[in-house]
């Protein structure tokens, strides 16, 4: 896989919240099956220069005096409740804890000596450990006679080095918002003991954690790092006696940042299926909170739940697992179900997704999702992918075919360099000109210029449902617009599609030479794939022993290797099938067949 990153501005694309048009400067024509939808939107830098350096300067006063005498006030004696943690941690991870290491994608971090103030670990490695998701994994994996000698001598350690000393990342909002919420439902493996300095640290950094997160859930970096942070607030008034002025605040900032992260549809900006899975997670971590104090869940955090599973699930495989969507990997059917139980929504999955950005075909035992919207805006991307118009496909338990993904996993096994590499449109099933990405991706990781108009027609038709998007990514370097036909087969046993590179038809310079193209097609894992004699065909076997055919309609196909992530952050080496040409200034297409053999 290989990317090009032209010396050009960094601007976004992103689709603006359809019950608010002018919310990114951008315009949404909604429209049902059968009409045409428009996406577009306009350029985002990120945070300027002078936004940086304020920012810098306000987590500067952090250190000073006054910030700290904000922090002090009345020692809470008890928390008023308990809640549940609706979600289990995870086994081998907590096993890890208990033999005297925190492990990490991969990653391992020996707790002997171990200096909380300096960790010196990746910055994902570096947010488990402050936010102490690690204490979630330890109560899943050992009975509590086992966890508390444990997490008492961590958390001892930890409030140490950070519980008076106000400093990145130990108090960064997000990592405030989580660890508020992981100590309340894991409280009894904190608060055991019988003794009563050490119970009053711990109870006492509770309370000062959230007088930190009344002044700072606002000035949290990402819209996901504001939702976890008002969160942190609500919970902190429901748990801490007189909490009554700060519920009132807390949930008018939760209902705000929820405005920010969530689209219409319940889709998340990022358009990152682990950043939804983070949303679901963590409010309902939330109304487990209010449930402890026998209250009910306001209005709107039960209608944000109910309406981001549904987007959530539109990205699963026929067998529950996710897809590999910008940055995600294949997260497992077991952990996406575990996600959905915990946030009590029964819901179909979402098959057209407008805001959030994704179209889903369900037919018979097969399922076809396509990326039909602009890569997320620069300030709101987690680990942006030049998708546009990739899409995946599986039958049954299988994946046929699927994107690289795994970008966000940054690990052991995925170094930065290789999910850099992970984000080009090379990486995705999808058409690439000139070896050059759709949306380019910029040196400092920022996404840059590129796709900004996103049309799409959806239909049923003659026993079948008709998917036909274009795209202009291409059209400012190469005047021609990408468009991709799907054609899905009612009993999901025929999938035919065709690419078109089509003249922009706008004054943009254009090349005289003719450009070339690659059409690539990314395998899932334990497919046995052959050429057929005449080059323009690959036999799929798959691991149930179905048999498929691919066929090319014009170009030959090419075998190479390439390489899936599954949802662990472990790379497995599989095959892509590539369909090469070149098209001059009036364009060209490619058709091409995946056929059901038996």
């Not at 019988?194 to 006492?204: A, E, Q």
């Not at 052959?530 to 690959?538: C, N």
């Amino acid at each position: 896989m290989s990317e090009s990153a032209p010396d050009q501005d960094d601007w976004a694309d992103e689709e603006p919240d359809r019950d608010n048009p002018d919310r990114f400067g951008g315009e949404h024509e909604e429209a049902p099956d059968g009409r045409s939808l428009t996406l577009r939107s306009d350029g985002d830098r990120g945070q300027s220069l002078a936004e940086q350096a304020a920012m810098l300067y306000y987590r500067m006063t952090w250190r000073m005096p006054m910030h700290r005498l904000r922090l002090s006030g009345k020692l809470p004696l008890r928390l008023l409740a308990v809640p549940v943690d609706p979600v289990d941690g995870d086994r081998v991870q907590g096993t890890a804890v208990r033999a005297g290491h925190f492990l990490f994608r991969g990653l391992k971090k020996n707790l002997d000596n171990i200096d909380f103030s300096d960790l010196k670990l990746p910055p994902a490695f570096e947010d488990y450990v402050h936010r102490f998701q690690w204490l979630r994994d330890l109560d899943t994996a050992a009975s509590r006679d086992q966890a508390v000698p444990v997490a008492e001598k961590l958390i001892e350690q930890w409030l140490d080095a950070n519980g008076t000393k106000i400093r990145q990342p130990a108090w960064r909002p997000d990592n405030c918002g989580w660890r508020l919420l992981i100590w309340a439902s894991h409280a009894p493996l904190l608060l055991s003991s019988n003794d009563l300095i050490y119970r009053s640290k711990v109870l006492n950094n509770i309370a000062r954690t959230a007088r930190h997160l009344d002044r700072t859930a606002d000035k949290a970096t990402s819209s996901l790092g504001r939702l976890v942070s008002w969160s942190g607030v609500v919970a902190g008034s429901l748990l801490i006696p007189d909490g009554r002025v700060r519920r009132i605040v807390g949930e008018a900032g939760l209902a705000k940042a929820m405005g920010e992260f969530f689209y219409a549809d319940g889709g998340s900006v990022s358009r990152s299926p682990l950043n939804q899975m983070d949303a679901v997670v963590l409010l309902s971590m939330l109304k487990q909170v209010y449930l402890a104090r026998n209250e009910d869940a306001p209005e709107f955090l039960e209608e944000a739940l109910n309406k981001a599973v549904p987007p959530l699930t539109g990205l699963t495989h026929f067998d529950g697992s996710m897809g590999n969507w910008q940055g995600s990997g294949a997260i497992s059917a077991e952990k996406v179900a575990q996600v959905v139980e915990a946030s009590g929504v029964r819901a179909r999955p979402l098959r057209q997704a407008r805001d959030w950005g994704y179209q889903r075909v369900s037919s018979g035992r097969s399922v076809l999702t396509l990326d039909a919207a602009p890569p997320p805006i620069a300030r709101m991307a987690v680990a942006g992918c030049a998708s546009t118009l990739a899409f995946e496909f599986s039958n049954g338990d299988c994946r046929i075919i699927t994107n690289c993904g795994g970008a966000g996993l940054v690990g052991a096994t995925i170094p930065a360099t290789l999910a850099r590499g992970l984000r080009t449109t090379a990486a995705h099933s999808t058409l690439c000109i000139d070896d050059s990405n759709s949306t380019s991706i910029l040196q400092d990781g920022k996404l840059g210029r590129g796709v900004n108009e996103v049309e799409l027609f959806r239909r049923d038709v003659d026993n079948a449902t008709r998917l036909e998007a274009s795209h202009d990514g291409y059209a400012r370097r190469f005047g021609l617009v990408h468009k991709r036909l799907l054609l899905l087969r009612s009993d999901g046993l025929e999938l035919r599609g065709e690419d078109m590179l089509i003249p922009d038809g706008k004054k943009r310079r254009r090349k005289k030479d003719d450009v070339a193209f690659a059409l690539r097609f990314h395998l899932g894992p334990d497919i046995e794939c052959d050429r057929i004699s005449d080059g323009k065909g690959v036999l799929l076997r798959l691991q149930d022993g179905n048999l498929w055919q691919f066929r090319s309609t014009s170009g030959a196909i090419e075998l190479e290797d390439s390489v899936w992530i599954d949802g662990m952050g472990i790379p497995h080496e599989v095959m892509q099938m590539v369909i090469s040409g070149s098209v001059g200034s009036g364009g060209g297409a490619t058709g091409w067949l995946l056929k059901h053999m038996g």
